[in-house]
């Protein structure tokens, strides 16, 4: 069972790296099941918009900083629903 769904707004509450935890992303789409660093089990992933401050992902060349990424659903806890995130969002374009 997944926490999250398409469109909700959630919390990292787990991460490889710690400077990950307490990010607040988007759910833009879901990816599937796939291999995640660390896990013996493939993973629900999604593809998220990072909102407060970009995500730090590992590469071979250090850390580098993303607005957009993947992240797996057991990482996350959703704390708006996809229907609230979208009045959010037009009470934003409002102001």
């Not at 099941?33 to 660390?38: E, K, L, S, T, V």
């Not at 993973?43 to 401050?53: A, E, G, M, P, R």
Request: hydrophobic fraction near 40%; aromatic fraction near 12%.
């Amino acid at each position: 069972m997944a926490y999250c769904k398409l469109g909700d707004i959630a919390i990292t509450d787990k991460a490889a790296l710690p400077e990950n935890i307490g990010k607040i992303v988007r759910i833009i789409q879901r990816d599937g099941y796939r291999p995640w660093y660390g896990y013996k089990y493939k993973k629900l992933v999604w593809f998220v918009q990072s909102i407060n401050t970009p995500l730090t992902y590992t590469t071979s060349a250090g850390k580098d900083a993303k607005t957009f990424g993947y992240v797996p659903d057991s990482f996350l806890r959703p704390i708006a629903p996809a229907h609230t995130a979208k009045v959010r969002e037009k009470e934003v374009e409002l102001v």
